[in-house]
Structures are given as structure tokens and as C-alpha cells.
């Protein structure tokens, strides 16, 4: 972890102290090279940056509804009430260059504005140990100068990253408006996931380490598409030897992927037909046909006929009340009869796969309800109650 600022060090480190995991806390300002900046400490702490308020946004604003209600305001907030000069370092130099800390397989950033500068001082990390960014992103220059999600996007495919995943936050409405006439807001930022693609690593992946920690990263945010890539890729191996820092008991998340791999490899191949299978190339272009006008006759006659008899069964009340509930009634009872022989057979004919089962041996409790969720909707292919509304269920 980094911070800037010596005096949030111990308080790291204490938030830190009863976690599992080994933290090393680092003083650094990374940026995209060795320097110095001019770093604006804001009205808020949490909105301070290398980059100042960008004014066309001061007006921006969202309503914090709690018990101390207020209206978070870009310009109240973000304003900048004091300016410090900070060194600069990389993220290549700590790493690469002064051998401080492991290169990182996972980096998250969160620097108001400035995680394009920290990506261009990782380039070499980049290209070798990181296979997974999560990073905030705004999609408005809240602050002046800063990059966009589309810079950062575009960047990270020079280094095979893939965008798998973006989160909005906190949508932001232009101005203060007046009250009773507050409306939707606008996305402004969000948490993006990039993945390295699986191919980029089999040239330069000797005993196969980095394969199964993408594998095992991909697995844990739901891409197991990816994951499976992994498994398929040239230079991916079962249980492979760590260089560096070896010890007699294999990692648990390596033992993970080894019989995770073993069983996806056992999984049937998807049995769905392509688009191609069901439609011809004509029947395809078909579908953009208007209806002819003789159809379209029939249909609206039909229409009409219908109208004239709900029409004519309204005029007569103790008909409505008698034929309504049995109408209702019968929709009901055909929707849940549906629904529950589904539920049926695919809760106790097709029980869990070995995948589903291995997730809950290592308390992958989401992942198992993902992947169950998923390989039921995948085997619906009758008519039947809504999927989406199965999958909530189950």
C-alpha cells in the first residue's frame, strides 16, 4: 500500500493489523516518473489530488441522504485549501529498480485523477508480473487535465489488457436544482476491471505460475471464461513449481486451480445451437421484412373481433366478476405448475457439478451460486416460467 503522506502510515497499519495478510506500507507519491508535483490538499481529504478542480464542474453535486443530510457540491468540496510539494516516484523504480516490495500479479488505484500517471510508471510491471488492474475511472474531468476511462482503456490494450467489468458510482447531477424537480444525474466515474489476456503470457511464461494466478484471479470476479482459457493455453501446468520462495506445502489458491482446471476438463462441451443453427441466412433477413398488407388486414380484424367481445362480456357485470378470477386464477396456477416442475428437475435430476461442489469445499459460496444459476438458466430450453426470476429463486 501507498500513501503519500508519512502521517497515515501508522494508521494503515493499524486498520491493517488484524488481517491475515503480510502489509508493507510504502511513503511514495507515485506517478509516471521521478520528480516533483504540486499536490492539492482539498476541503475534503478524500478528494485530494496531483490534478486541481476543474471549475466548469463546480456546480456538479449529489445529495448525501443520511441522518446529517447535505448536498455534496464539486465546488464546496473539492476546492483546494492548501498546495504541497511531493517527490515523485514510479512504480517501476520501487519495484524494478530498488527491489523494495514483489513485483505486484494484482494492482488496485484509486488516486483521484492521476491512475493513468501511476500505469505509465508500472509500463515494465505491466508487460511482466501484473495480470489485473482494477482502477477508479471517470468518465468527466472533474478534475482539470486528468485522463478519462477511454485513455486508460486505450492504454491498457497496448499491454493486452482486456475491460471485463465496470461498476458506476455515485451518478452527479449539474447543478442544484429546485426542490421537487431533482432528476436521474449523470455517470461521472466507476470502478473498471481489466484482465491480461491468457495468450499474452504463454511465450513468456516458463513454468506456468502466471497462468494459474490469472486462472485463479478470473475465478474469484466470475470470468471463468477466462479462467478456462487459462487452463487451455500453451505453457499452463497442473501444480506448478514455484521459483521463488518455495516451500514443501503448495499455496492454496495453486491447489485450488489444479483441481479446478481437472474439472472443468471433464465438463461436457455446450450443447446450445448457434444463431446459424436456427435461422438460414434467409430466414435471417426475413426478419427485417415489413408485413404485408394483407396480413396486416387479418391480424387487425382478428384485433377488432377480440376488442368487440371483451367489449360486449364488460356490458355484462356478473360476467366479469365470474370469468376475471378464473382467468386469473388459472395463469397462476399454470405459471407455478411450470415453474416448479423446472425447479424440479433440474434441482434433483441434475444435481451439482463437481465444479459447483469444489467451490464450496474453499467457501466460494458466490461463485457456486453463479455457476449453478447459470448451468440451470443454459439448460431451460422449453418454454417456461421467466429465468430471471428462476435464477433469483434458486
Known sequence: M???????????MDRWKNQP????VLPYCLSAQDGVCKFHLNYDPYTSSIYPLNPSYAQF?????????????????VRTMEEVQLPTTTLDSVVLDRGEVPGPDFLSIDTQGSELDILNGASHLLDTTILAVQS??????????????GDICQFLTQYNFDLVDLQLNQKWNPMRGKHGF?????????????????EALESNNANGVQL??????????????????????????????????ATDQQPQYLEFISRLASAVALLPQRSTPLFSDVYSYAQSQSRFQ???PQTQTQTQTQTQTQTRFRKYVKTIRPLVFVLRPIRTGFRRFRAI???????????FIHSGSTVESLFLEFGLKKQFRQTRRNRILDSLTRPGPDRSSLGKFL
Not at 449523470?186 to 470502478?191: L, M, P, S
Request: aromatic content about 18%; proline content about 5%; some cysteine.
Open 136 to 149: 477508479e475511472v471517470e468518465l468527466h474531468p472533474l478534475y482539470e487535465g486528468q485522463p478519462l476511462f
Open 182 to 198: 431533482r432528476g436521474e444525474g449523470y455517470v461521472a466515474d466507476g470502478e473498471a476491471l481489466f484482465l491480461k489476456r491468457p
Open 61 to 77: 453535486y449529489f445529495p448525501f441522504l443520511s441522518v446529517d443530510g447535505f448536498d455534496y457540491t464539486i465546488g464546496d468540496t
Open 21 to 24: 495478510s503480510e502489509t508493507v
Open 337 to 347: 405448475s411450470r415453474f416448479a416442475m423446472h425447479f424440479a428437475y433440474w434441482r
Open 212 to 245: 494459474n494466478k490469472l486462472a485463479f484471479i478470473a475465478t474469484i470476479f466470475g470470468q471463468y471464461e477466462c479462467a478456462q482459457q487459462c487452463f487451455e493455453s500453451n505453457g499452463f501446468e497442473v501444480s506448478p513449481a514455484l521459483q521463488n520462495g
Open 2 to 12: 501507498y500513501d503519500a503522506d508519512e502521517n497515515c502510515l501508522p494508521q494503515i
Open 290 to 292: 415489413t408485413v404485408s
